[in-house]
């Protein structure tokens, strides 16, 4: 039996993140460094174009660099001929439900389909995750997509 999956890309655009975990395997933190813009515009640009697949933006957080994240959405043009672009994130920059809102609106506006969140666990409590943004970030993430 063959199995035909679904390509999946995982690109991660920052090393920046609003935790230290200590089991990172990319050692991303806050003092983590960030893809320039030009450099990222030059891979999205060469992203496959056709075909079903699936692109997860990840890093670090990418909303550690916002500014970079709504530049990568925006030359990648969201989702077309049969992509699928998903955001990895924390959590941690929901501080503001309608701040969190805004964030979400703007991003789903550049073409994103979804988050996908790691889990809100003492690993990552410990590492500086907040449990409120989390869960708002969760909740807000519910109602926008």
Same mark, same amino acid.
């Given at each position: 039996?063959?199995?035909?999956?679904?390509?999946?890309?995982?690109?991660?655009i920052t090393?920046?993140?609003?935790?230290a975990?200590?089991h990172?395997?990319?050692?991303?933190?806050p003092?983590?460094?960030?893809?320039?813009?030009?450099?990222?515009?030059?891979? +999205?640009?060469h992203?496959?174009r056709g *075909?079903?697949?699936s =692109?997860?933006?990840? !890093?670090g @957080?990418p909303?550690? &660099?916002? $500014?970079?994240?709504?530049?990568?959405?925006?030359v990648?043009g969201?989702?077309?001929?049969?992509?699928?672009v998903t955001i990895h994130?924390?959590?941690?920059?929901?501080?503001?439900d309608? +701040?969190?809102?805004?964030?979400?609106? *703007?991003?789903?506006? =550049?073409?994103a389909? !979804?988050? @996908?969140?790691?889990? &809100?666990? $003492?690993?990552?409590?410990n590492?500086?995750?907040?449990s409120?943004?989390?869960?708002?970030?969760?909740?807000?993430t519910?109602?926008?997509f």
């Amino acid at each position: 039996m063959v199995h035909d999956a679904k390509r999946q890309i995982s690109w991660a655009i920052t090393n920046r993140c609003f935790l230290a975990c200590d089991h990172c395997l990319v050692e991303s933190g806050p003092s983590g460094e960030s893809m320039d813009v030009r450099s990222a515009a030059r891979v +999205a640009e060469h992203m496959p174009r056709g *075909g079903e697949y699936s =692109l997860e933006i990840t !890093g670090g @957080d990418p909303f550690s &660099d916002l $500014e970079l994240l709504r530049e990568v959405l925006k030359v990648l043009g969201g989702s077309r001929e049969g992509r699928r672009v998903t955001i990895h994130t924390t959590g941690q920059w929901a501080v503001d439900d309608e +701040a969190t809102r805004r964030t979400l609106r *703007g991003i789903r506006e =550049l073409g994103a389909d !979804g988050l @996908d969140f790691l889990c &809100d666990d $003492e690993i990552h409590r410990n590492a500086g995750l907040t449990s409120e943004n989390y869960h708002r970030a969760v909740r807000i993430t519910r109602e926008v997509f």
